[in-house]
């Protein structure tokens, strides 16, 4: 793509630029700032709308009690067990069993600070779920 080609679309960025790589008038790559690219926005914004779905669905579970404040918080961060495992120092199917609640309400408060530690959390702050819903983005945004 040609530096004057680079597309300025807008969209999720929200006014700010990301860089592109385009070739200059003398064939070399330089890098450009873009405002997006309708494609790519419109991606990026089904995307987007999947995690808030699986977040509010987590949530809810959680609030009818069939998981723990532990699978709101993996999902709010992206994160994967395994991923939370390594971060905890614990095995991934230690980090599994407490997605349940039954096992969850039973940890030691050491095990629950390394979680609040993780997402930045206080204890409290880590063992409650919002009743709110998530939105990720404005629908202005897309």
């Known amino acids: 793509m040609r ?5 300025q679309d807008g969209g999720i960025n929200q006014g700010l630029p990301e860089i592109t ?4 008038e003398n064939g070399r790559y330089v890098a450009v700032p873009s405002l ?10 089904q995307a987007w709308e999947v995690i808030s779905e699986d977040i509010n669905t987590q949530a809810r579970l959680g609030r009818d009690g069939k998981s723990s404040p532990l699978a709101y918080h993996l999902a709010r961060h992206l994160m994967t067990v395994g ?6 120092r614990l095995p991934r199917w ?4 407490h997605l349940k609640p039954a096992v969850f309400n039973r940890l030691k408060p050491e095990i629950l600070q390394r979680y609040a530690d993780l ?3 206080t204890l409290a702050e880590f063992k409650q779920i919002p ?9 202005e945004q897309l």
């Open 36 to 45: 997006g690219w309708e494609p790519k926005n419109i991606a990026n914004a």
């Open 83 to 88: 991923l939370a495992a390594s971060y905890v």
């Open 94 to 97: 230690r980090v599994k069993r």
């Open 21 to 24: 790589y385009a070739v200059d």
């Open 119 to 121: 997402f930045g959390l």
């Open 131 to 139: 009743k709110a819903e998530v939105h990720l983005l404005d629908q």
């Open 3 to 7: 530096e004057k080609d680079v597309p």
